[in-house]
C-alpha cells in the first residue's frame, strides 16, 4: 500500500483506534458478556466492576462500528460477530484477539527501544498463567484447524483462498501428525 497523500498518512496516524476499541472490548470480554442477552452499560458496569459513563463511551464506539448492537439504552453482541467474537462460540477468536492486545502493550514500548532508552524490561506481565497461556495456544491451533473452521475462512474472506489456502491444509496435516488431542481452555 502507497501513502501517496497527506490524508493517507493521518488516515494510518489514526487506524489504531478501532484496534484499541476491539481490543477494550476483548479485554473486557464483552462479546461474551452481552451475547445473547442485550443489557444496559449499568447491568454490564455492575458486572465487570467497571465505570459506568467510561463503559457507555466504549459500548457507543463498539456499536458504532457495528461490533455491537445499541437499542434504546441496551446492547447486544452483534449476529455477525457472534459466531467468533464471544468466548463460548464455537469458532472463537478470542484467544487470538486477546494475543493481539499482548502485542498492542509489547508494541507500545517500540519507540523507547529504538531510542534505546529501555535496554530490557523483560516482558510484560500477563494476567494469565503460562499454563493458561500454553492451552490457549494449544486449543487456538486445534480449532483453527478444524475443517469447518478452515472452510469457514477460506469462503468468508475474498482473499484468503490464494493466501491462506495451502497453508491451512500443510498446518492441518502437520498438527494430525502431532497426534495430541486438543486441550481445552477453560
Not at 457507543?60 to 460477530?81: F, G, H, P
Not at 478444524?146 to 483462498?161: T, V
Given at each position: ?9 493521518l ?10 476499541i ?12 452481552q ?5 444496559s ?9 467497571a ?5 457507555t463511551?466504549?459500548l457507543?464506539a463498539l ?12 446492547y ?7 459466531p ?7 469458532n ?7 494475543h ?13 527501544v529504538v ?9 510484560v506481565?500477563?494476567s494469565?498463567?503460562?499454563?493458561k497461556l500454553q ?5 487456538l ?7 469447518g ?23 492441518r ?14
Amino acid at each position: 500500500m502507497s501513502y501517496g497523500s497527506p490524508e493517507e498518512g493521518l488516515r494510518l496516524s489514526q487506524s489504531f483506534k478501532e484496534s484499541r476499541i476491539l481490543l477494550s472490548g476483548a479485554e473486557l470480554n464483552l462479546f461474551t458478556i452481552q451475547n445473547p442477552t442485550p443489557l444496559s452499560a449499568q447491568e454490564v458496569a455492575s458486572r465487570i466492576g467497571a465505570d459506568p459513563r467510561a463503559l457507555t463511551v466504549l459500548l457507543d464506539a463498539l456499536s458504532a462500528m457495528d461490533l455491537l448492537i445499541k437499542k434504546r439504552e441496551t446492547y447486544q453482541c452483534a449476529k455477525s460477530v457472534s459466531p467468533f467474537l464471544p468466548e463460548d462460540a464455537l469458532n472463537s477468536v478470542l484467544p487470538m484477539v486477546l494475543h493481539a492486545d499482548h502485542l498492542w502493550q509489547r508494541w507500545s514500548g517500540l519507540t523507547d527501544v529504538v531510542r534505546s532508552t529501555i535496554v530490557s524490561k523483560g516482558a510484560v506481565k500477563s494476567s494469565r498463567s503460562p499454563e493458561k497461556l500454553q492451552g490457549g495456544f494449544e486449543w487456538l491451533n486445534s480449532s483453527f484447524l478444524l475443517r469447518g473452521s478452515i472452510f469457514w475462512r477460506l469462503f468468508k474472506m475474498n482473499r484468503s483462498l490464494q493466501i491462506f489456502g495451502p497453508m491451512n491444509l500443510g498446518f492441518r496435516k502437520a498438527w494430525k501428525k502431532k497426534n495430541r488431542p486438543p486441550i481445552t481452555c477453560s
